[in-house]
């Protein structure tokens, strides 16, 4: 659901962006009326609608149960103090909103350990450009997946891989703009690096072969999206 004036009630849920871990693959959870209950429409990895703006001004971390019948978040903004632990079932969650055209906003949350360990360390390496500190919000895209064992269960999962491909202005994104930040800005740092200098892919082109706007939603967000979806 998009930031509307019931999205605060008990009972109302965002369409939440899903990760299956298991099978490496990436979602949107939505509401079927006929039947009462959820699907998860798969979207497909490296396709411009796997392209997302995340707002990093309102992440939150805490911690988490997800299980059958249960769906339990305890989660405050970052900077802000760490919501208690709720108990031994609880496992360390992020939250955050993400917006692109053909779905709108959707809501990322998890407490999965390989996908909330993805998420963290995508907000780390954003934190690092001086367009985070501008306050500018990244445009990432989930490109592909990759393996990863882990030796103490003895199983293995699939990672995603998550690319910045682009900054845009916050208030460019409706829902974005309505929701008051939570989260500063990073504070700008002389280690922080412009995006352009780290050979980041070309944007697509505009009209008559010209770069579209940076900052743009066109830029990189909208080109080859889909009309089916």
Request: glycine share 8%; hydrophobic share 35%.
């Amino acid at each position: 659901m998009t930031n509307s004036d019931i999205s605060d009630l008990h009972g109302i849920y965002a369409a939440p962006l899903r990760w299956h871990a298991e099978t490496g693959t990436l979602g949107r959870s939505v509401y079927d009326e006929e039947s009462g209950e959820r699907e998860t429409i798969e979207i497909e990895l490296g396709s411009a609608a796997a392209r997302f703006v995340m707002d990093l001004a309102t992440r939150e971390r805490g911690y988490g149960l997800i299980r059958a019948g249960v769906y339990d978040m305890h989660l405050s903004p970052v900077g802000t103090p760490t919501p208690e632990w709720p108990g031994d079932d609880y496992k360390p969650a992020v939250g955050c909103w993400v917006w692109n055209p053909p779905f709108g906003e959707l809501r990322l949350e998890t407490n999965q350990v390989t996908f909330m360990r993805a998420v963290s360390e995508l907000w780390d390496r954003a934190r690092t450009f001086k367009e985070a500190a501008d306050g500018l919000q990244p445009v990432v895209h989930f490109v592909d997946r990759r393996e990863r064992f882990y030796k103490q269960i003895g199983k293995t999962f699939m990672l995603p891989m998550i690319d910045i491909i682009g900054w845009v202005p916050r208030d460019t994104v409706p829902t974005f703009a309505s929701r008051p930040p939570t989260v500063q800005a990073p504070a700008a740092l002389d280690s922080q690096v412009r995006f352009a200098l780290l050979g980041a892919p070309k944007p697509p082109r505009g009209k008559a072969g010209e770069p579209a706007k940076r900052g743009s939603l066109n830029d990189p967000l909208d080109d080859e999206i889909p009309e089916d979806l």
